[in-house]
Nanobody, 127 residues
């Protein structure tokens, strides 16, 4: 059974920093496309960042160089470091892992099928 468990969310002021973590079990992140998504109340889920097996990354346009996705293979844990946070970054953040039976998502220049999702971690940015 694949399980993804996010952590690291919280409440920060605008300009602050958070680092999200996603620990996987039953799945090896480095074997397939992985990513971070977010969903704000009343809005569609949108792609934040992806990391492919060759190390290439892709980001949503709104990231504007503020976020970095990375992977610790030894810990099988995916990270999203977020700097210079803005109130519009407030959302539930989800990590995801790809599989052939997943739904299609486009994140920046990357398009992939994501089937496994964590339960999410809330990020709230105040002005």
């Amino acid at each position: 059974e694949v399980q993804l468990l996010e952590s690291g969310g919280g409440s920060v002021q605008a300009g602050g920093t958070l680092k999200l973590s996603c620990k996987a079990s039953g799945y090896i992140f480095s074997t397939s496309l992985m990513g971070w998504f977010r969903q704000a109340p009343g809005k569609k889920r949108e792609g934040v960042a992806t990391l492919d097996t060759d190390g290439s990354t892709s980001y949503g346009d709104f990231v504007e160089g503020r976020f970095t996705i990375s992977l610790d293979n030894a810990k099988n844990t995916l990270y999203l470091e977020m700097n210079d946070l803005k109130p519009e970054d407030t959302a539930m953040y989800y990590c995801a892992a790809s599989h052939a039976f997943g739904a299609w998502y486009t994140v920046g220049q990357t398009r992939g099928r994501f089937a496994y999702w964590g339960q999410g971690t809330q990020v709230t940015v105040s002005s």
